[in-house]
């Protein structure tokens, strides 16, 4: 009978698949075949793709404000956590909105300002 024989030949390929994956238990996902960028005017150029991310050089209190108005609901309450007035907290973030701008990435929202913090490595997901 080959149904028997079949399932047994499917459970040892998966006891084998198990036993590969890392201690977290998440295994990469690898693409079936080769995967290419588009071709054409949608495709990026070869130039952006070698390009480096640029991150704008934030200061360590900079960098504090940021994660404090990050976690708070509003700018009096990251000011209250960092024993400084709400006015200072929009100045910081006006000074790393006009970094950000400058080497074109600009982060006009909250969101966006944190979205900019996880890509650059200020944050990271697991952290909040």
Do not use: C
């Not at 040892?12 to 990469?28: E, K, M, T, V």
């Not at 360590?60 to 404090?68: D, I, Y």
């Not at 910081?92 to 490595?121: E, F, M, N, V």
Request: charged share 25%; no cysteine.
């Amino acid at each position: 009978m080959a149904g028997p024989r079949l399932a047994r030949a499917s459970i040892s390929r998966i006891d084998d698949y198990r036993q590969a994956l890392p201690r977290n238990g998440f295994h990469p996902i690898a693409p079936i075949a080769p995967v290419r960028p588009a071709i054409g005017p949608a495709g990026p150029s070869a130039a952006a793709l070698a390009e480096p991310v640029r991150r704008p050089v934030l200061s360590p209190r900079e960098t504090e404000v940021l994660l404090a108005w990050l976690a708070a609901d509003s700018k009096e309450e990251a000011a209250e956590h960092l024993f400084i007035a709400a006015s200072t907290v929009s100045t910081h973030l006006a000074r790393i909105r006009a970094k950000y701008a400058a080497i074109g990435r600009s982060a006009p929202t909250k969101t966006h300002l944190l979205a900019r913090a996880l890509q650059d490595g200020i944050t990271r997901l697991e952290d909040w």
